[in-house]
């Protein structure tokens, strides 16, 4: 079962519309990109493991959903300003299926808040 979290742990998560400008893929992993993405105020990168299941030309210009006051990684040497957010499809032995980036269901403006 998963944690349970206050509504004040909610409100400290900045979840954001964000367009992604440029995609790169990653220079020291097969399964890893690099996003350009504008939030409206700033632009951050993204490292995510979705090459399996987006290519660059799907992505460039897509509207996404990025939480976007994650504490920065280094992903295999790449940082990582923020996380995008998708639905997982798992096999029963746990191996991803399908990966479905979440949107807006109409264009909105970069930043927007999702709350």
């Avoid at 923020?82 to 264009?107: F, H, T, Y």
Wanted: hydrophobic residues 40%; contains cysteine; neutral net charge.
């Amino acid at each position: 079962m998963t944690e349970k979290i206050s509504f004040k742990d909610w409100q400290k998560l900045d979840i954001r519309v964000a367009r992604v400008k440029s995609v790169e893929l990653h220079p020291n992993a097969d399964k890893l990109i690099v996003l350009k993405v504008d939030i409206g105020s700033e632009e951050k990168q993204i490292v995510a493991g979705i090459k399996d299941f987006y290519n660059e030309k799907e992505l460039e210009g897509k509207q996404i959903i990025v939480f976007t006051n994650l504490e920065p990684a280094k992903l295999r040497g790449v940082e990582s300003q923020g996380m995008l957010l998708a639905a997982v499809e798992r096999d029963s032995k746990g191996k991803e299926q399908k990966v479905i980036l979440l949107q807006p269901e109409k264009e909105c403006k970069e930043g927007a808040k999702v709350e």
